[in-house]
């Protein structure tokens, strides 16, 4: 683990006494591509690959690089982020659909941080600060609550896109908390942001638990991201609620989805690997901040750990078996 520094924090939101710590170290960091030390879920690793032959970090900065990352969605020298987007009928084209969410869950946004972690150079965070202000000026929060957050917000503030651009930007606050480029005014757009998609995501997570409907690596996901975010920014209105409501979601979900040879309901060996380490970050985060732990968390990620290397082939290259995607 390593502290969790919050640059410019303090005028933006009540001050914590409590010291606050990140589950990975600056080595990791450094050493180790951002993907897949930060899993990506299984729809976005096969776009990726299919798009840009690979899914590590390399792979995103390299078509940043020749210009082919973006290239689907822009005109111009400008960024349209729902140019791909089927207004009329969303659903017509899976592929447009995953291209859209795509962008907007902000993934690429991860290993520009990274890059700036890395090298220290200025150019990488002002880059990750010019793509997230243009994201968040064109896609104003405007309401949302199931059934039609889909269609009214074009997905951008529903399920998974909500709680991926909030663990991106928790991330991305630990990648570049030693930029000098990144002045107070930019901190405060990043943790304004967070406060929002953090009252977003609980809303939306505390109906669906209230309500039963939550299921799935998504909903598992949102109460990861819930206690991410509590545990890392106290600050925050509501944070207490949010670690509370994110443990009970682990629990449910524990209990509901991981089988007892440690295998997901969802059937998937890679999707298994993705919701083991769900499962992790959650343990981690809760230990190493002094909170209280999931009643049977750490014995249910061994189990799930024991399933994984029971399904990978011999050197545990590839959790690939039948039509699952390969992580």
């Known amino acids: ?31 180790y591509d951002i993907f897949p030390l930060f899993v990506l879920d299984g729809g976005a690793f096969f776009s990726t690959a299919d798009r840009l032959g690979g899914a ?7 078509a940043l690089e020749d210009g082919s990352l973006l290239r689907p969605w822009q005109e111009g020298e400008r960024l349209v982020w ?51 202000y243009d994201w968040v000026r064109a896609n104003p929060y405007t309401g949302s609550g199931l059934p039609d957050a889909r269609l009214r917000t074009k997905y951008t503030w529903f399920d998974m896109q909500i709680t991926w651009r909030l663990l991106v930007m928790i991330h991305s606050v630990r990648l570049l908390g030693g930029s000098s480029f990144m002045k107070r005014k930019h901190w405060r757009l990043v943790y304004e942001a967070i406060d929002l998609h953090s009252r977003c995501l609980y809303k939306e997570a505390s109906a669906s638990f209230a309500n039963k409907t939550g299921h799935g690596n998504h909903f598992l996901q949102h109460g990861t991201a819930l206690i991410y975010t509590g545990a890392l920014f106290p ?42 380490r769900l499962y992790v970050d959650a343990y981690l985060l809760l230990k190493d901040n002094k909170l209280a732990a999931i009643s049977g968390l750490k014995q249910g990620i061994l189990r799930q750990y024991r399933h994984l290397a029971a399904v990978a082939s011999p050197k545990g290259l590839t959790l690939q078996v039948s039509d699952s995607y390969a992580m």
């Open 56 to 62: 590590s970090g390399r792979h995103f900065v390299d």
């Open 235 to 276: 600050e925050l209105p509501g944070a207490e609620d949010f670690i509370a409501l994110g443990r009970s979601i682990v629990k449910e979900q524990l209990d509901r989805e991981i089988l007892p040879d440690g295998g997901s309901i969802e059937g998937s060996p890679s999707y298994s690997h993705f919701i083991a």
């Open 1 to 31: 683990m390593s502290t969790y520094k919050k640059p410019y924090l303090a005028g933006v939101f009540r001050s914590s006494a409590r010291a606050c710590y990140y589950p990975y170290t600056a080595g990791l960091l450094k050493r």
């Open 82 to 132: 729902d140019r791909v987007y089927d207004q009329t009928h969303p659903s017509s084209c899976q592929t447009l659909l995953e291209q859209h969410v795509w962008l907007n869950r902000l993934y690429f946004l991860l290993p520009i941080a990274q890059r700036y972690f890395q090298t220290s150079e200025e150019k990488w965070a002002k880059l990750w600060f010019g793509y997230f």
